[in-house]
């Protein structure tokens, strides 16, 4: 399978602890970003990524948050301090910048998070 | 960056009628991109239309959007049961490429 791939796909936690998802993209796409989705709710923008720079943050992303990608290929997601808001869907996704304005990104299957 | 608003919120429909759902936003875009999100595969990418495109098809799915109007709609024929999902559009979110997701249509195909 050569899509987008995360890990774990499912996380549980108590409150406090520190959690790192993995996301490893379609390997020729230079694009990464990271959503987050909650019951109900369409994925909501945290951060991105072009290679290995991280050029966009959201405010949902707190200083808790931290996104790495390190070599522009695999990222990681870190959350600090978990908190019961933060249980949610992560969805990983890339794509690959082409110089038009067109943008399909391929998403990953997600990290469900439960923080208890 | 501004989000789209879908509706219906909830369709329920039988397996061969059409569904259709629509998608309204605000200010002037480039694209509208939309995706479909059923437990089993995840969030896939349908069908992204231009804004110099009026109609767009792919296989059971048909896209128009009307720029003077500022929607959008999806025209799924003759569903079926694994057509069941929900459906977000998904407008750009101005720099770097990122796009902003609606709060979607949940359809259910009732077999």
């Known amino acids: 399978d050569t899509g987008v791939s995360q890990d774990p796909r499912h996380k549980i936690t108590k409150r406090g602890q520190n959690v790192t998802f993995r996301c490893d993209p379609i390997s020729e796409h230079n694009r990464l970003y990271w959503y987050r989705q909650t019951l109900g709710q369409g994925p909501e923008f945290l951060t991105y990524?072009?290679?290995?720079?991280?050029?966009?943050k959201s405010r949902l992303l707190s200083d808790r948050f931290s996104a790495e990608r390190p070599k522009g290929s695999f990222s990681t997601l870190e959350i600090q301090r978990t908190e019961q808001g933060d249980s949610a869907m992560y969805l990983c996704?890339?794509?690959?910048?082409?110089?038009?304005?067109?943008?399909?990104?391929?998403f990953g299957p997600g990290t469900r998070l439960t923080v208890l | 960056s501004q989000q789209g608003e879908e509706d219906p919120q909830a369709l329920s429909i039988q397996e061969g009628e059409n569904a259709t759902m629509n998608c309204s936003y605000k200010t002037s875009i480039n694209n509208l991109q939309w995706y479909r999100q059923n437990s089993g595969r995840g969030l896939v990418h349908l069908i992204l239309?231009?804004?110099?495109?009026r109609e767009k098809h792919s296989g059971r799915l048909r896209v128009t959007l009307d720029t003077s109007k500022k929607s959008s709609s999806l025209l799924i024929t003759a569903s079926r049961a694994a057509d069941t999902a929900s459906y977000f559009c998904?407008?750009?979110?101005?720099?770097?490429?990122?796009?902003?997701f609606g709060t979607g249509t949940k359809l259910q195909v009732i077999p």
């Open positions: 998904a407008l750009p979110g101005g720099g770097y490429q990122k796009v902003t």
């Open positions: 990524f072009q290679n290995e720079a991280q050029l966009e």
């Open positions: 996704a890339s794509s690959l910048s082409t110089g038009s304005r067109d943008n399909e990104q391929f």
């Open positions: 239309i231009r804004s110099n495109e």
